[in-house]
């Protein structure tokens, strides 16, 4: 019987990789998202059609982009750096370069797509190594590289020489090298169930779908296999005919298509397909005796266009004398007027109200007042930006139904957009409703800004992305060690040199960036490292580095963790050095370690939610409602609450450390069995916590 050796498994899994890839760029055209900050790629690339094994050289996916780029796409779910003629790291590379003697067209960029299962030396070194040559085109010979690194570079230049003198007949020369190289993109893309770039690309779509964006991505991915066998190229267009059942349909829409270019949101407006302004619908409490209420009815323009009456903060001020009067409510419709006493009928059940109509306004909105009004107001809200935000307190408008106001008052700017329900003042003129589809499914996510969190997430959560890679090693339970004394040293002259036992070097980090010190704390932190090396020495555990991914820790538990190529380079001393523009560039990151997190807040106070006595934080939107369901299942409800967003390391920092000033815990994504007993999720601790711990695991 011949031997399974896996491959039929490893090749489903490239091939479903692919797709996932291919899904992911389509969720970018349907959601008109930039691929650029996403991806580390010229600025201003937005696609404008995929195409799928093509006659290209480079034939697993072409991207044709806004300003004449085209993305040359290599996909690999895991490749390895190999000198082979059979690698899969050989035959792409032989792709590119095919397509740039070819082309030779600055406006071509190439890019490598992988996983986080790929080896280090390219989705870490290689990819490090070509964006400084980006930077600098004098990166490699100006910059200092480790031997690792100088390793790598020498095999990827024998390699891309090679191919060129293969497919030219000619040398290629150092200008023409580094000239392919700064058009060569090394991108992680982590799309698989779970991964962060699947969920930024569900969470950029719900809000303009019908249905679970769950569903519509499952749909791109299998659609995708059949445009690959078909070699299609899809477009917008054709993208938007796949999608129109599920999409927020064009009739149902406001005004335009995009608010604006920042926005992600498709409204449905109910009753405002054009907003009527010719009229005033106020209810007020009575001037009368014999009555409780009154609806006035007023024309709202003069035959100058001057409006008749006016309002303050709190009331109507109105006729020849200049009345004012306490104002209940305020419409722009009969309609408006009729739904709002239907919605408070018990309150209006013993009340004595009464309507004060205007003859001859049947007409009023075609008017040239009220249709010059009208058109200055359609305006007014195309153009506002952050159409998804509270025209009053800001926060976003995450909820199913929004009522929509102008704001024409004597005590406030003037404006037109959403409000909350809590937010409506008696005075804002109510023009209609929106409806967000999206909140309709995801009514627990209160005041949260999707649009804000999908921008963040793709450039964050370094920690929790890792670590729920290695959660198999880690267990159901993670301890995470924070550091309480980390400080934002953002441009002191000093860093701290680690002197390794192969003659390389690397320098201290903290969260993945270089740590920059004034030089009393630089030599502080030299003597502690160095205390921290010698004591590790003597119990023949000696604190290392890994030779590709830089991962730093203890020899015994690096053996665990490290990818089988690298080796552990053992720490030998540590130095204070001057801060130079080369070590930043060599450290340089826009990346957050922790962030972005949510967090809950309850009641009017607006208190932190506190879970057996932990802060709680949480890594995806989409699961807010399991995890409430789960604690409300061990005993701990939520009532009213608000989602708020961590957007920032330095702001989780100040956060942990006041939770752990009054004596509380920090948790993230905890999940609780019946007994109220943490199963799985993150503990947070400080650092000198989490070393006592795991020098007691040691010790059993």
């Avoid at 106020?282 to 006035?296: G, H, K, T």
């Avoid at 409703?433 to 009514?443: A, C, G, N, V």
């Avoid at 993945?512 to 003597?527: I, N, S, V």
């Avoid at 004596?663 to 400080?686: E, S």
Wanted: overall charge negative.
């Amino acid at each position: 019987m011949q031997k399974n050796t896996g491959g039929g498994a490893a090749t489903n899994a490239g091939i479903d990789y692919q797709q996932r890839v291919a899904a992911w760029f389509l969720a970018m055209v349907f959601t008109r998202t930039g691929v650029s900050p996403l991806l580390g790629l010229p600025d201003g690339l937005d696609i404008e059609s995929v195409a799928y094994e093509n006659e290209a050289c480079v034939d697993d996916l072409n991207i044709k982009c806004s300003n004449d780029f085209t993305l040359y796409l290599q996909i690999k779910r895991r490749i390895c750096l190999s000198t082979s003629e059979q690698s899969d790291f050989w035959r792409s590379m032989d792709q590119f370069v095919r397509q740039f003697v070819i082309g030779r067209d600055s406006t071509e960029l190439y890019i490598l797509a992988t996983s986080a299962d790929s080896s280090g030396a390219i989705k870490r070194t290689l990819k490090k190594l070509t964006d400084s040559c980006r930077l600098n085109p004098r990166a490699f010979s100006e910059n200092p590289l480790s031997k690792a690194e100088r390793d790598v570079l020498s095999t990827y230049n024998s390699i891309i020489v090679a191919l060129y003198k293969k497919h030219t007949s000619t040398d290629m020369m150092q200008a023409e090298f580094i000239h392919f190289t700064q058009r060569v993109y090394f991108c992680v893309l982590d799309v698989e169930e779970g991964g962060v770039h699947e969920v930024a690309a569900k969470t950029l779509m719900a809000p303009l779908l019908r249905v679970s964006p769950d569903l519509i991505w499952a749909l791109l991915i299998r659609n995708s296999l059949h445009y690959a066998k078909s070699r299609f190229s899809v477009t917008s267009v054709v993208l938007k005919k796949l999608l129109n059942p599920y999409y927020v349909e064009e009739s149902d829409r406001t005004h335009r298509e995009a608010i604006s270019d920042d926005d992600h949101w498709r409204l449905i407006a109910k009753g405002t397909s054009r907003f009527c302004t010719g009229k005033e619908l106020v209810l007020v409490e009575s001037f009368i005796p014999e009555l409780d209420f009154i609806i006035l009815e007023f024309f709202r323009f003069d035959a100058n266009c001057i409006k008749r009456v006016a309002f303050t903060a709190s009331e109507i001020i109105w006729g020849p004398d200049r009345t004012t009067t306490k104002v209940v409510c305020r419409m722009a419709t009969e309609e408006g007027m009729r739904r709002y006493c239907e919605e408070n009928a018990g309150f209006f059940k013993d009340k004595r109200l009464a309507i004060l109509p205007a003859k001859g306004i049947e007409q009023v909105e075609e008017t040239p007042c009220a249709r010059l009004h009208a058109e200055l107001c359609a305006k007014v809200f195309q153009d506002r930006k952050g159409i998804d935000k509270c025209l009053h307190c800001g926060k976003p408008l995450s909820q199913h139904l929004v009522t929509i106001v102008e704001v024409d008052d004597l005590e406030t700017p003037p404006g037109v957009g959403g409000v909350h329900d809590e937010c409506l003042r008696p005075v804002d003129r109510v023009l209609g409703r929106l409806q967000f589809p999206f909140f309709e499914r995801l009514d627990f996510l209160r005041y949260f800004d999707v649009s804000k969190w999908a921008k963040l997430l793709v450039k964050g959560q370094c920690l929790f992305g890792n670590t729920e890679q290695a959660r198999g090693k880690l267990g159901s339970v993670t301890i995470i060690g924070w550091n309480p004394e980390n400080e934002e040293w953002q441009d002191f002259d000093y860093c701290v040199k680690v002197n390794l036992k192969d003659g390389n070097s690397r320098y201290l980090t903290t969260r993945g960036k270089l740590t920059r010190y004034p030089k009393q704390a630089a030599e502080a932190a030299a003597a502690k490292g160095n205390t921290v090396f010698a004591d590790a020495r003597a119990k023949n555990d000696p604190h290392c580095y890994t030779s590709l991914n830089w991962t730093y820790g203890q020899y015994s538990t690096l053996l665990s963790i490290k990818e089988e190529e690298e080796d552990c380079i053992e720490c030998v001393s540590a130095e204070v050095v001057r801060y130079t523009e080369h070590i930043g560039r060599e450290y340089a990151t826009d990346v957050e370690f922790y962030t972005p997190l949510l967090y809950l807040t309850t009641g009017e106070n607006q208190s932190l939610f506190i879970l057996k006595d932990h802060l709680v934080f949480l890594t995806s939107p989409l699961d807010v409602e399991r995890f409430l369901q789960n604690w409300r299942e061990a005993g701990f409800s939520v009532n009213t609450y608000e989602i708020r967003i961590v957007e920032s390391d330095l702001f989780f920092d100040k956060m942990v450390s006041e939770a752990f000033l009054s004596g509380g815990g920090v948790a993230v994504d905890p999940l609780l069995d019946r007994n109220g007993q943490l199963v799985k999720g993150y503990i947070v601790v400080d650092m000198e916590t989490a070393e006592g711990m795991r020098s007691a695991e040691s010790v059993t």
